[in-house]
């Protein structure tokens, strides 16, 4: 069985020269195929328009190989799309496959909101990748959007190649050394004080915005049963009871929809914005952490040169070294300066955009309850 | 204003609920009953019943003299048929159960409720009556109509389930949240068990429920074996047996009998899951209000770290939005609780004790029964000693058949006669079971609809300062 969704374009796209965007996913039994399609009008693509199906698993290879270039130690790496989460769709997917009983409406509905929330993060990594000067011109990037092949064989080479090394790094050991550093520059100084603590913050928010929606979702549900079991009464009752109670049974159904949408507008708004950033802050955390391991690596080549020259011995050798640990310490701070400057700008904007749909879209969920129960309040009465 | 009172709660048919934003408060749910109901039929025979002692021990009535002053009341005698039209004459009462208090101390205190009483009803002796009654007195006045009326059909609305672990919580001086939400899931439903009671014309007459409602004192009901839901299930139980040996009579009459038990049997199961719906439902709605809360907290917090000043300000305000719509979620589940919830477990409560009342009748042939084949027996005695030349004996033979066949008579009278009162009990409760749905679910949906109303009031306030990010 196949499910079409159309995404819910949030739109990074200020640029028309590489435009990007996921018009559909397919699910397919536990796969999650996405068309990504880019129009362009930069002369190194070989057309001007493409549509490929790329799997989450050729976002991450994507996002690796640009983890793990050198080049880009100076940048924010926008984080990666988390594994579209199915698990119980996918049995049930898995199930229908086998030629079993069909989905209920509810059970729809979850795999329905799912996609959406996975079609949205997974475009955002792209359009993040094509607005920014550097990754737009990145050779993988490329690839990625115009090989008209599976990519799993290059996939499965790059593992071999870098095998992850860099990212377990910088995982292990970032709020230490972080925090170790001694800062000269204000701006770094602030910068680290300021996502050391957003950082913690935004995890609990998230965290706390996702119970919240469940529990929005459980009310939902709710609803359903509520519905259902006013069905039930309504068999058995005399006529014009029973057309009563199917009413009611009726609006209740309706509720639900409001409730459940109202529910994924919300999370789609709000949770999924507090998620991206909680990964986007540690993005930051770990430019900033790179930065200090070119620091402390500066430093020890001083050291290592101070050594040299009271024994007289690789002196050439010591100076070339500190002399290159300073460049890209250099060139670190300077361009992580810009993209931590950038970062907030968009990080505001983001905010703005999502609390601003967000708003409107309750407001919009609540008007259309609000007509609905007045109407059946209507009807009711008069019956 | 005791006109305006009457006429407008005698227009009215409102379940009225009134918040409060501050936490701690009590809801206070007001039902207010303004539509006659049927007058029960006071010939002679039923009169009996109603002012005999009956098996109620303990009370010695305070004021006979109360009962005959108001012969008035049982002058008047409206024949009753099966479709009758609702009498809109004067049936005006209000009660109230409010302000709980506590008594004692340790394991051995208790809550004491007020029992306020409006009414223009002849009957009472004073239009406006209050009175301090606890726990037990509610369920001793419910023991006492049950052992009167049960046998005789009537439905006699179930007393408030007894609690255990909410009483303990409560004398142990637990000043928390669960012992207040307790005090007033109690009153409440005490509240409208007093309202069902007196909305039966047989109850609201009976000196038992106006000896409760007027007197100061009322003596201690010690044995508070109370007809509680469990209660009418082991009577159910042992009506049991009686079926199994009854010789059904098929007739009309017993297939409406038949039909309408297999329709309780039904609506029982229905409203179990129902009810179980909306418990699910209050329980989530609960769920849903502390995360809110939490995540107000959550984002207040994050708005102090942001450090860009527009943001950080828009983040504080989105905290106070998801603030007060916690409240909301609160009051909602409130709603969801004593409109629909509440409602929806006395019904449940209700069928049980509609069950019990069919089994009564049960009980009842299967002593009609008996009472035949004894007779059988008598006569079947008498016949032998015909021929036996025992003279004495004879004549005890005979007397004994005309005691049976007197039995037998009696029988059959109060056969039929409980057959037509469940007949009519049953018919005034369906009337009523659909009025209070309707009603309540009005009431519910429009708590919906204030709920949403404000919440668009919310959001739309805070729609301005999204904005002015910048």
């Known amino acids: 069985m196949q499910l079409l969704v159309h995404s819910v374009s949030v739109d990074l796209n200020n640029d028309a020269s590489l435009v990007i965007d996921i018009p559909d996913a397919l699910c397919e039994r536990d796969k999650v195929k996405f068309t990504v399609h880019t ?85 955002v990594f792209l359009q993040r990748l094509s607005s920014h000067p550097m990754f737009r011109k990145d050779r993988n990037f490329q690839i990625f959007l115009e090989y008209d092949q599976d990519l799993t064989v290059r996939r499965k080479n790059a593992k071999e190649m870098f095998g992850g090394f860099f990212k377990n790094m910088v995982k292990s050991a970032d709020e230490v050394l972080i925090s170790g550093v001694k800062e000269v520059d204000e701006f770094f100084e602030q910068e680290k004080n300021f996502l050391l603590d957003y950082s913690s913050k935004i995890k609990d928010a998230t965290a706390k915005a996702e119970k919240m929606t469940r529990s929005h979702k459980n009310v939902a549900d709710d609803y359903n049963h509520i519905s259902g079991a006013l069905n039930n009464t309504a068999a058995d009752n005399n006529t014009a009871f029973k057309k009563h109670l199917e009413k009611c049974a009726e609006v209740f159904e309706k509720l639900r929809k409001v409730e459940d949408r ?21 993005a930051a955390k770990d430019l900033l952490y790179r930065r200090a391991r070119a620091l402390a690596d500066y430093e020890n080549s001083n050291k290592a040169l101070d050594k040299a ?75 | 204003s005791n006109d305006a009172e009457n006429t407008a709660a005698h227009h009215r048919n409102t379940l009225q609920f009134n918040t409060y934003s501050h936490r701690k408060q009590l809801f206070s749910v007001c039902v207010t009953l303004s539509e006659a109901t049927e007058e029960v039929s006071l010939d002679s025979p039923e009169r009996q019943p109603i002012l005999s002692d009956g098996p109620s021990p303990v009370i010695t ?47 051995n205190a208790y809550m004491v409720y007020k029992v306020l009483t409006k009414t223009s009803l002849s009957i ?62 109690r009153r409440s439903a005490l509240e409208r068990y007093l309202l069902r009671t007196v909305k039966h014309p ?112 828009a983040l504080s305000q989105l905290a106070e939005v998801e603030e007060k719509i916690d409240q909301l979620h609160q009051d909602q589940a409130c709603a969801d609780f004593y409109l629909i919830s509440e409602l929806l477990g006395d019904y449940v409560r209700l069928i049980t004790a509609v069950k019990g009342v ?44 005309r005691e049976w066949e007197g039995k037998v008579q009696q029988g059959e009278r109060d056969f039929e006669q409980i057959s037509k009162n469940i007949r009519r009990e049953v018919g005034r409760f369906e009337k009523d079971r659909v009025k209070d749905f309707r009603v309540v679910i009005i009431k519910y949906l429009e708590s919906l609809v204030h709920t949403q109303q404000q919440m668009i009031k919310y959001w739309e306030a805070f729609l301005p300062e999204a904005k002015a990010i910048a």
Not at chain 2, 361 to 380: G, N, S, Y
Request: hydrophobic share 35%; glycine share 4%.
């Open chain 1, 39 to 123: 129009k362009t009008t930069l002369s190194s693509f070989q057309k001007p328009e493409y549509s490929v199906q790329r799997q989450h698993e050729d976002f991450i290879w994507l996002h690796d190989t640009i983890v793990e270039t050198e080049e880009y130690a100076g940048l924010i790496i926008p984080p990666a799309p988390p594994k579209p989460d199915f698990e119980g769709p996918r049995e049930k997917m898995h199930k229908l496959g086998e030629g079993e009983s069909s989905m209920t409406k509810e059970e729809y509905a979850k795999m329905k909101q799912e996609l959406e929330k996975t079609v949205q993060v997974h475009e």
């Open chain 1, 262 to 282: 109202m529910a994924s507008d919300q999370e789609l708004k709000l949770t999924e914005l507090l998620r991206y950033y909680t990964r986007d802050i540690q």
């Open chain 1, 309 to 383: 020259r009271l024994k007289g011995k690789d002196v050439a050798q010591a100076e070339e070294n500190q002399k290159q640990c300073l460049q890209k310490f250099d060139k670190l701070s300077e361009s992580g300066k810009k993209e931590l400057t950038s970062f907030k700008a968009r990080r505001v904007v983001a905010f703005r955009k999502n609390l601003i749909e967000m708003t409107e879209l309750e407001i919009k969920h609540a008007k259309n309850s609000v007509s609905l129960l007045q109407g059946s309040i209507e009807i009711l009465k008069s019956n």
């Open chain 2, 61 to 107: 009535p305070v004021t006979p003299v109360m009962i005959s002053s108001r012969a008035d009341v049982f002058d008047r005698s409206p024949d009753q048929d099966e479709d009758e039209e609702e009498n809109r004459d004067t049936f005006d009462i209000q009660i109230s159960v409010s302000d709980p208090e506590k008594v004692g101390d340790g394991m």
């Open chain 2, 124 to 185: 009472f002796s004073r239009d406006e009556v209050c009175v301090k009654r606890r726990f037990s007195d509610f369920l001793g006045l419910h023991s006492k109509l049950a052992s009167k009326y049960m046998h005789m059909g009537y439905i006699v609305p179930p007393a408030p389930e007894k609690s255990i672990v909410g009483m303990t919580k409560v004398k142990v001086g637990k000043e928390d949240l669960s012992s207040v939400e307790f005090v007033e899931k």
């Open chain 2, 202 to 313: 047989a109850l609201l007459k009976d000196p038992d429920v106006l000896q409760f409602l007027e007197s100061s004192e009322l003596p201690r009901a010690v044995s508070t074996q109370a007809l509680s839901g469990a209660g009418i299930l082991r009577m159910v139980n042992k009506a049991a047996d009686a079926v199994n040996k009854m010789t059904i009579k098929m007739n009309e009459s017993d297939a409406w009998f038949e039909e309408k038990q297999q329709q309780f049997e039904n609506l029982d199961v229905q409203l179990r899951k129902l009810h179980a719906s909306v418990e699910s439902l209050v329980c989530h709605r609960k769920e849903l209000s502390v995360n809110t809360a939490s995540f107000a907290k959550s984002a207040a917090m994050l708005g102090n770290s942001e450090d860009h000043t527009a943001l950080s300000r």
């Open chain 2, 358 to 401: 069919f089994d009564q009748r049960m009980k009842t042939w299967a002593k009609c029964q008996d009472a035949q084949v004894m007779l059988q027996r008598k006569r079947e005695a008498e016949a032998k000693l015909q021929h036996a030349n025992k003279p004495d004996k004879l004549q005890q033979a005979k007397d004994e058949i």
